[in-house]
């Protein structure tokens, strides 16, 4: 992006219809949207999942809204940015660019309801997004000022002149949010406060950043609960190109948002599902869970009960993880079978029993060799004298396929 006086592009103005949109060309996207969003709010989930979902869906929009944006971390420098202030060490400007972002999510997820979307609050995120980001250019929740125009996109569009022109634009965009935006879905209502902000680019920097947390928090308040987020910025992102042609388009077509608005139903029903999954899985390995205590605390036999004891250990570490190789689990489970004669042999055992019993799986043709995963759907496929029946036909050993 550059800034300068320029004159031979159009610049972005305030519109007469903020939200103009072709509603029979977005009408099945905002059902679909519409429906992902309720299941995602009403699906029954216990409160203790809260926090592990919000976190996740945290890491995703705060990964997703960075890399629009050009940042470039590993897995490993993401999650450093995303520690607790007093425990950071960042080195590299993505780092501090997504450190930067987290704290504005965070303040937006405890953002009271009855709190007006105004401009008072676009700039606060402003603000936030980019205090921290490294960028010394861009100073914090600052309207741009008289001469500092900018240039973005492709094709190049212009924002709203700097200055008293921007700032006007900026507070009658919040008025609109407070007025004429409330005449559509709420969803239509945070996709197009996105677009709005993008296009026009109140700041030197940070603006697509701002746009889409600020679209985060009006889908927070369009349903979604608990959750919060539903990581769309990670959704834009996975489809960056298509992203930035329906912003464009919108431009080209004289503010018709429906280029933007079917897009962002689109991704809206798609993260909506994707967060509907992840409930779902919560959901199946509390079930699970209950499962195995009830039926593992049940053996009554003292050489049971050790056997049990260890067996119970694998599924517990299972289910925090997709799967694990035997080397994984043979390291995570030391203490239990270390003191052992033959440690390796009594695991591989145990392993073979579970298998037996179909309470967990493995895949012998993975990449870095066998690797073991819970079954999930074993709570719905056994009965408790099944189970009992089927510690009398235990395997041997010696010839199953995980000793490959």
């Not at 944006?69 to 940015?81: I, P, V, Y």
């Not at 999930?376 to 041997?396: G, H, Y």
């Amino acid at each position: 992006m550059k800034w300068d006086i320029v004159v031979n592009v159009m610049k972005y103005q305030p519109p007469a219809d903020w939200i103009k949109y072709d509603f029979k060309a977005i009408a099945n996207e905002l059902v679909d949207a519409k429906a992902a969003v309720s299941s995602v709010g009403t699906v029954p989930y216990q409160r203790s999942w809260v926090e592990s979902l919000q976190e996740m869906e945290l890491k995703r929009e705060v990964a997703g809204t960075s890399r629009i944006e050009g940042a470039d971390f590993t897995e490993g420098e993401l999650n450093e940015a995303l520690k607790e202030e007093s425990e950071k060490e960042l080195f590299t400007r993505s780092q501090k660019q997504a450190s930067a972002a987290l704290s504005a999510y965070r303040w937006i997820a405890k953002i009271p309801d009855d709190r007006p979307i105004d401009t008072d609050l676009i700039l606060e995120i402003h603000r936030l997004i980019v205090t921290g980001a490294d960028d010394d250019h861009c100073p914090p929740g600052e309207i741009r000022g008289r001469d500092q125009n900018v240039l973005f996109g492709r094709p190049q569009h212009r924002g709203a002149e700097g200055g008293d022109e921007c700032a006007g634009a900026l507070n009658r965009l919040g008025e609109a949010i407070q007025r004429d935006f409330q005449d559509h879905d709420p969803l239509i209502q945070a996709l197009a406060a996105h677009y709005h902000v993008a296009a026009l680019h109140p700041f030197l920097d940070g603006n697509g950043r701002t746009a889409r947390a600020l679209e985060a928090l009006m889908l927070q308040r369009a349903g979604l609960r608990d959750t919060s987020f539903i990581a769309m910025s990670n959704y834009y992102y996975d489809e960056k190109n298509l992203y930035l042609n329906a912003l464009n388009e919108v431009w080209e077509n004289g503010y018709d948002l429906t280029a933007f608005l079917k897009l962002g139903l689109r991704g809206i029903y798609r993260q909506s599902q994707r967060l509907l999954v992840e409930i779902q899985r919560h959901i199946s390995k509390e079930l699970y869970r209950n499962l195995m205590y009830d039926l593992f605390t049940r053996l009554k036999t003292p050489r049971k009960r050790v056997i049990a004891e260890r067996q119970l250990e694998i599924l517990t570490l299972l289910l925090e993880v997709d799967d694990m190789t035997l080397g994984e689990i043979f390291s995570r489970t030391r203490g239990r079978y270390g003191h052992l004669k033959n440690p390796r042999s009594a695991l591989i055992r145990d392993l073979i029993e579970l298998i037996h019993l179909k309470a967990i799986g493995f895949d012998d043709k993975s990449d870095g060799g066998a690797k073991v995963f819970v079954r999930l759907e074993w709570p719905t496929e056994i009965t408790e004298t099944q189970f009992f029946e089927s510690l009398k036909t235990l395997p041997k050993s010696k010839s199953h396929p995980l000793l490959r």
